[in-house]
T-cell receptor, first 111, second 116 residues
Framework: QQQVKQSPQSLIVQKGGISIINCAYENTAFDYFPWYQQFPGKGPALLIAIRPDVSEKKEGRFTISFNKSAKQFSLHIMDSQPGDSATYFCAASRTGNQFYFGTGTSLTVIP | GAVVSQHPSRVICKSGTSVKIECRSLDFQATTMFWYRQFPKKSLMLMATSNEGSKATYEQGVEKDKFLINHASLTLSTLTVTSAHPEDSSFYIC????????????FGPGTRLLVL
């Protein structure tokens, strides 16, 4: 059973465009929602994370939008750059417990 | 940010041999470390949760006698793949939780295992 559903599986965006990746979860007990960026052959790196007490969090070009009632959250990458090309994973957890990861989105930013 | 290292980064071994992978938290103490397996272009599959000073908790379907985990200190956890076979070839990644309010997991760079 997939605790966190992620879409799209792959995404191609022009340089300067906005990349949007969506995730949905079922367990209302989840209270921590991070996004990770992974380059080929490397471990995932924490990008940005949010807790359900806020609806949006922004760090530089990266923004998480969180909709508690819909049990959805999304990652927006503004002014996408070729260096952003990577695989992105969303995750959800209940504090002190294991992380549940989405299936990943392969992002390609075309120059 | 918090740094987690893994050693080795790549290992090639013959079928039937055992391989040990080390995971270290370099600038923080981690009471909990996690071991994941990742297949090409796939998500991370949690194998086990490693707690310092106690036995690891394995996910369903993961053979604990095959994948031995030892969390000997607050900065070191090891995964030993015993009697490795070609189907064990994969990318193994560890992560560590600093135990702060943020409850974030920091990942190591991964270990590529190839069993011939």
């Amino acid at each position: 059973q997939q605790q966190v559903k992620q879409s799209p599986q792959s995404l191609i965006v022009q340089k300067g465009g906005i990349s949007i990746i969506n995730c949905a979860y079922e367990n209302t007990a989840f209270d921590y929602f991070p996004w990770y960026q992974q380059f080929p052959g490397k471990g995932p790196a924490l990008l940005i994370a949010i807790r359900p007490d806020v609806s949006e969090k922004k760090e530089g070009r990266f923004t998480i939008s969180f909709n508690k009632s819909a049990k959805q959250f999304s990652l927006h990458i503004m002014d996408s750059q070729p260096g952003d090309s990577a695989t992105y994973f969303c995750a959800a957890s209940r504090t002190g417990n294991q992380f549940y990861f989405g299936t990943g989105t392969s992002l390609t930013v075309i120059p | 940010g918090a740094v987690v290292s893994q050693h080795p980064s790549r290992v090639i071994c013959k079928s039937g041999t055992s391989v040990k992978i080390e995971c270290r938290s370099l600038d923080f103490q981690a009471t909990t470390m996690f071991w994941y397996r990742q297949f090409p272009k796939k998500s991370l599959m949690l194998m086990a949760t490693s707690n310092e000073g106690s036995k690891a908790t394995y996910e369903q379907g993961v053979e604990k006698d095959k994948f031995l985990i030892n969390h000997a200190s607050l900065t070191l956890s090891t995964l030993t793949v015993t009697s490795a076979h070609p189907e064990d070839s994969s990318f193994y990644i560890c992560s560590a939780n600093p135990g702060t309010i943020q409850e974030t997991q920091y990942f190591g760079p991964g270990t590529r295992l190839l069993v011939l």
